[in-house]
Nanobody, 114 residues
Framework: QVQVVESGGGLVQPGGSLRLSCVFS????????MGWYRQAPGQQRELVAT??????TNYADSVKGRFTISRDNANTVYLQMNSLKSEDTAVYYC?????????WGQGTQVTVSS
């Protein structure tokens, strides 16, 4: 089993920045992919950014050039969000892929508003 805990959300003005953190625990050696997803009210959950265990990254077109996914060790991944827009407002979820399973965190709210 893998446990996932996100942090770092909050209220930020348009054009501002936030950094989300995600810590994995449990059987972290089984993780082969990790990522960030978001879900706005009334909308489906969507991919924001992913990273493979080898370091390959993938971004949604809407965040390319503004968001960066990174990892500093085996159990922590970040999402640096710059030039935030109102349409980035959502609950952000961290995800770990391990075996045939996905583990999700509880989510962290990001609100971009003046």
């Amino acid at each position: 089993q893998v446990q996932v805990v996100e942090s770092g959300g909050g209220l930020v003005q348009p054009g501002g920045s936030l950094r989300l953190s995600c810590v994995f625990s449990g059987n972290i050696g089984s993780i082969y992919g990790m990522g960030w997803y978001r879900q706005a009210p009334g909308q489906q959950r969507e991919l924001v950014a992913t990273m493979s265990s080898g370091g390959s990254t993938n971004y949604a077109d809407s965040v390319k050039g503004r968001f960066t996914i990174s990892r500093d060790n085996a159990n922590t991944v970040y999402l640096q969000m710059n030039s935030l827009k109102s349409e980035d407002t959502a609950v952000y979820y961290c995800n770990a892929k391990h075996g045939s399973l996905h583990s999700w965190g509880q989510g962290t709210q990001v609100t971009v508003s003046s």
